[in-house]
């Protein structure tokens, strides 16, 4: 029975604006692909991300393009090959992932030969604002086990990175500085983030001057997230980083997210598992890629003044797995 792809736009207002160090929003924008094969569909979502060239519009296109070649029988490994990394082939892989164990009458988890996965802890992300802003934000979500914070290199994240930690003492708490630092503004602030108990500096250089990092010693670790997209970058990121961090929207789906996870590992890295802001239709099998990761970041849903229904369960910052009526 042949297969039949269909893309289509959805938009999910946030709660608030939600700022980094490149800009602000205030909604989500995602792509959908159904993929669907006699009374069974499939689902997939993406966030196209501007950081990478996409555009809503674009990555649109390249979903509806392959089209054809599903119809004609192309599977999740020849998908591999047909597109590149990136938000669309991401839509369609998950989508694949999710008609798949439909058809079979199984969980996705099972197809893939992993564990019954299990709830996880989420970090919860406070967007960029002035620090004493920052800390009441700090004192509101005091009781998540996890918070990541954003950095811009504006002179005041030292004071931010402050601020949260005195309201919130017993959380854990990664900083994040897209890209936004200097080499000479990331060693500054290192000794101010050990001493406020920060557990990882993510991706403070942009991608293409983080050579920079090698052989310099930092007291945290550091995360690759914009340095690492799939298993073709990994290499180079040994000696520069500690952690690399996992996106579907980077590796082009959930197959190239749990190779690099296993390729990670095997090469010593510590795993995060992160998100582009989207619905639990995103979140959903980036929560079996982060069974057993260091750090987990599937907020997004919690950041959104709405969410897709049905959605993942969050209990607090406890993300439970999926129902199949979700996805996979």
């Keep these: 029975m042949p297969r039949l792809l269909t893309v289509h736009e959805e938009v999910f207002p946030l709660r608030g604006t939600f700022r980094i160090s490149r800009g602000s929003r205030t909604e989500a924008r995602v792509l ?21 060239g996409e555009t809503v519009d674009d990555v649109a296109a390249a979903i509806a393009a392959i089209g054809p070649s599903i119809a004609g029988g192309l599977g999740r490994e020849g998908l591999q090959r047909a597109m590149r990394a990136g938000a669309a082939r991401n839509a369609v892989d998950c989508a694949l992932w999710d008609l798949e164990a439909k058809l079979a009458g199984k969980r996705v988890w099972e197809l893939a030969g992993l564990p019954e996965p299990k709830p996880v802890t989420t970090a919860y992300t406070l967007s960029v604002d002035a620090p004493e802003a920052m800390g009441k934000s700090a004192a509101e979500a005091a009781a998540r ?31 994040d500085a897209n890209e936004a630092l200097t080499l000479e503004q990331a060693r500054d602030i290192a000794p101010a983030l050990a001493e406020a108990r920060v557990e990882m500096l993510e991706q403070p250089l942009h991608a293409e001057q983080d050579e920079a990092l090698r052989d310099v010693a930092f007291p945290l670790p550091l995360g690759a997230d914009e340095s690492c997209h799939d298993t073709t970058t990994l290499k ?48 959903a099998p980036a929560h079996l ?40």
Aim: aromatic share 4%; hydrophobic share 40%.
């Design 32 to 52: 959908v692909c159904e993929i669907t094969e006699g009374e069974a569909i499939g689902r997939g979502e993406c966030t196209p991300y501007s950081r990478y």
């Design 236 to 283: 180079r990121l040994v000696g520069l980083y500690q952690v690399v961090n996992i996106k579907l929207d980077k590796t082009g789906g959930l197959t190239e997210a749990l190779r690099l996870r296993e390729a990670a590992q095997a090469a010593g890295f510590k795993v995060m598992v992160g998100c582009m802001l989207a619905s639990s239709l995103s979140m």
């Design 145 to 175: 086990p996890l918070l990541k914070l954003k950095l811009t290199g504006d002179g005041e994240d030292a004071a931010r990175v402050a601020a949260v930690r005195a309201n919130a003492p017993e959380a854990r708490i990664i900083v």
């Design 289 to 328: 890629v982060a069974q057993g990761a260091d750090f987990v970041d599937i907020d997004g849903p919690l950041l959104m003044a709405r969410d897709r229904s049905p959605g993942l369960r969050y209990d607090g910052s406890l993300v439970h797995p999926p129902e199949p009526d979700l996805w996979g």
